[in-house]
């Protein structure tokens, strides 16, 4: 049998003490699997918005850099997505290390599962295509494709997505789906969840029930351990970057305002577009 890895992803401007309520629903609808769930803070940028208008610049929890061009859009880099699924990768490392000194009488194995939220899901698709770890299972919710993917025409084994994204998105468009679909349908079997009431930021809540029946079903697949008693949430942190702790706090305030409740108000108004990475 196998013990459940769980990383989670959180969205653009998230921290992770915002998700653990998530974390621990989840967790109620699963309760007697052994799985731990392994939480990634990302790095905090400078978010500068002074090239293009009067908006505050901001520093903000990203997991690349977000830079405006003269043009008002933003182009993320595709070496920084690159050198994150490196960075990830060692936390990786680390942790199946300690697995392995910590269930080395077992001989128990690990399983690796991604859920990424916005931002974080373009991440997790990333890490699922490139990781040199066998990542076979992610829950894409509301998420998008940062950058197209060559093809590999030697895809040994196939992955499994399940991809949640709103009707009424008003910051990720809904169209995403269809292209995760066709973009990575060579090497992924892909199960799309429509809400058509859903918008951006209740998907969570209204496709977490569904998550955890997909959940059930991979675990069953994977031969993930089941306990004889429930278990509360088995959790870890990770931090990317030094400056985390310090910069995590910073203008939080600010950044939920701005990000949560006007984010799309700004991006329509001030004409910001997002463009994928070359």
């Known amino acids: 049998m196998k013990k459940g890895i769980i990383f989670f992803l959180h969205g653009l401007s998230g921290n992770v003490e915002k998700y653990e309520k998530y974390i621990k629903e989840l967790k109620e609808f699963l309760p007697l699997f052994e799985i731990e769930f392994i939480l990634v803070q990302s790095e905090t940028i400078y978010f500068d918005f002074h090239k293009i208008s009067p908006l505050p610049s901001i520093y903000i929890n990203s997991w690349y850099n977000l830079e405006v061009d003269e043009n008002k859009i933003i182009r993320p880099k595709k070496s920084d997505f690159l050198l994150l699924v490196e960075r990830l990768d060692k936390i990786i490392d ?4 300690k697995e392995k000194e910590k269930e080395k009488e077992k001989e128990k194995e690990i399983e690796l599962f991604f859920i990424g939220f916005s931002q974080g899901a373009s991440v997790v698709l990333i890490m699922i295509m490139l990781s040199r770890h066998k990542i076979n299972t992610g829950i894409i919710l509301a998420g998008f ?3 197209f993917l060559p093809e590999k025409k030697n895809e040994n084994e196939r992955k499994t997505l399940f991809v949640a994204h709103g009707e009424n998105d008003e910051i990720i468009d809904f169209s995403e789906t269809e292209i995760i679909k066709k973009e990575l349908n060579y090497a992924c079997d892909i199960v799309i969840k429509n809400y058509p009431k859903a918008k951006h930021f209740n998907l969570l809540s ?5 998550t955890a029946i997909f959940l059930t079903k ?6 993930i351990e089941i306990t004889e008693k429930a278990k ?3 959790k870890r942190i990770f931090y990317l970057g030094e400056e985390k702790k310090r910069l995590q706090k910073v203008n939080e305030k600010i950044n939920e305002f701005i990000f949560k409740n006007f984010y799309s108000f700004f991006l329509r108004k001030v004409n910001i577009k997002f463009e994928r990475a070359e």
Do not use: A, M, R
Request: glycine share 4%; aromatic share 14%; net charge negative.
């Open 218 to 223: 991979i675990f069953f697949e994977k031969k």
């Open 94 to 97: 680390e942790i199946k290390e």
């Open 232 to 234: 509360g949430v088995n």
């Open 206 to 210: 209204l496709s977490l029930t569904d």
């Open 145 to 147: 494709l940062p950058f």
